[in-house]
């Protein structure tokens, strides 16, 4: 069983989720928004670095996968997302913990089948295969696709290896 930490940074809400994933199932473990409130940017990034170190602790993790940074509407806005990602990302590498990292398109194709789905059919699709009773919040909701994303090309990886090794033993 592998455990898996997904992070969508935000320098305001930060989206993580923690799943299960064993032979092709995954299961919900945890999610959560961690709010980091409108306060002096540096101080956000504090609140950032120490929730997801003590969720770390908490849940001990095996693999991070993380959100890569998109072009936002503005060059402040995408440093300032930069920023939130190495704060979670520190947060995690100081606990011994290897990070993924996947185009928000990527993660989209993986959890939704379409790379341009939008949040509510992220929501929904997360909610359906984690087998979800309450509704989970948009951040949080993207939190866990990104550690379904990264179960995803887990499971594509080992697959692809397990071929190409069984075809070369043929020959």
Known sequence: MRRIIGIDPGSRFTGVGIIDCKDQ???????????????????RLKIIFVAINNLVKQYQPHEMA??????????????????????????????DIVVHEYAPKAIKQAVVGKGGADKTQVQYMVKLLLKLDEKVQNDAADGLAVAICHANNRWAQQRLVANNTSNWRKF
């Not at 959560?32 to 101080?43: M, Q, S």
């Not at 890569?68 to 100081?94: P, S, W």
């Open 66 to 95: 993380i959100e890569t940074v998109f072009m936002a509407k503005n060059a402040n806005a995408a440093i300032k997302l930069g920023q939130a990602r190495g704060a979670a990302i520190c947060a995690t590498v100081a606990n």
């Open 25 to 43: 199932t995954i299961q919900h473990v945890h999610h959560e928004t961690v709010k980091c409130g409108d306060g002096d940017f540096p101080e």
